[in-house]
C-alpha cells in the first residue's frame, strides 16, 4: 500500500532514536502520512546488534515506543507528548542489520489523559518482523524534563532522501 508523505516531524541532536548527532543512535526520521499514521524509517547498524547480523529486541522495541509514542503529535495543532505507561511487543521474525526499516505507528484510542496505539516494524520484503501496542500518558513537556529546543536542536531536518510517498 502507497501512503503519501504529508509532513516529517522533528529529531534532536541526541535521543537514541531520533538524534542525529547521537553516534550510537538510529537516527530515525519520521513521516505523517495522509491518514495520521506515522511511518519511521531507520538503517539498523553494526551497533545496534544483539546476535550477529541481528537487530537487538532492545532497540527494536524502542524504535516500536517512539514511533507509537510519537504519532499522537500528528493529531493535534499544538505538541502532545506521552510518556509510557505499558508497552507489548511480540517479536515474529529476526531482523536484519545496514537495511532500511519501516516502521509503523497509528493511535488507536484517546481520552483527555492516556492514548492507546499499535505499530509493526515491516522488514525489506514487506514482511512484519515485529508488533507492539502501547498505552501512553499525554503530559506537559515542562513536566517530563528541562527542554530547551535550540540547545536540543529540536526541529524537522529535510534531507534530499526525504520520500513523497512510502510503500508498506
Given at each position: 500500500?502507497?501512503?503519501k508523505?504529508?509532513?516529517?516531524?522533528?529529531?534532536?541532536?541526541?535521543?537514541?532514536?531520533?538524534g542525529?548527532?547521537?553516534?550510537?543512535?538510529?537516527?530515525?526520521?519520521?513521516y505523517?502520512?495522509?491518514?495520521?499514521?506515522?511511518?519511521?524509517?531507520?538503517?539498523?547498524?553494526?551497533?545496534?546488534?544483539?546476535?550477529?547480523?541481528?537487530?537487538?529486541g532492545g532497540?527494536?522495541?524502542?524504535?516500536?515506543?517512539?514511533?507509537?509514542?510519537?504519532?499522537?503529535?500528528?493529531?493535534?495543532?499544538?505538541?502532545?507528548?506521552?510518556?509510557?505507561?505499558e508497552?507489548?511487543?511480540?517479536?515474529?521474525?529476526?531482523?536484519p542489520?545496514?537495511?532500511?526499516?519501516?516502521?509503523?505507528?497509528?493511535?488507536?484510542?484517546?481520552?483527555?489523559?492516556?492514548?492507546?496505539?499499535?505499530?509493526?516494524i515491516?522488514?525489506?520484503?514487506?514482511?512484519?518482523?515485529?508488533?507492539?501496542?502501547?498505552?501512553?500518558?499525554?503530559?506537559?513537556?515542562?513536566?517530563?524534563?528541562?527542554?530547551?529546543?535550540?540547545?536540543?536542536?529540536?526541529?524537522v531536518?529535510?534531507?534530499?532522501?526525504d520520500?513523497?510517498?512510502?510503500?508498506?
Open positions: 500500500m502507497l501512503h508523505i504529508v509532513n516529517k516531524q522533528q529529531n534532536s541532536k541526541m535521543c537514541f532514536v531520533c542525529l548527532k547521537n553516534t550510537m543512535g538510529i537516527h530515525a526520521h519520521f505523517v502520512t495522509e491518514n495520521k499514521e506515522l511511518i519511521a524509517l531507520f538503517t539498523p547498524s553494526e551497533e545496534h546488534q544483539s546476535y550477529p547480523g541481528r537487530l537487538h532497540v527494536a522495541s524502542a524504535i516500536l515506543d517512539e514511533t507509537i509514542g510519537r504519532a499522537i503529535m500528528n493529531r493535534y495543532d499544538e505538541e502532545i507528548w506521552g510518556v509510557t505507561i508497552l507489548n511487543v511480540k517479536y515474529k521474525k529476526p531482523i542489520l545496514n537495511e532500511q526499516l519501516k516502521v509503523i505507528g497509528r493511535i488507536t484510542n484517546e481520552n483527555n489523559r492516556v492514548f492507546e496505539g499499535t505499530g509493526e515491516v522488514l525489506p520484503n514487506g514482511e512484519i518482523a515485529v508488533t507492539a501496542s502501547g498505552k501512553y500518558l499525554k503530559v506537559p513537556l515542562e513536566r517530563i524534563t528541562e527542554f530547551n529546543r535550540e540547545e536540543n536542536e529540536w526541529r531536518v529535510k534531507t534530499e532522501s520520500p513523497d510517498s512510502i510503500e508498506i
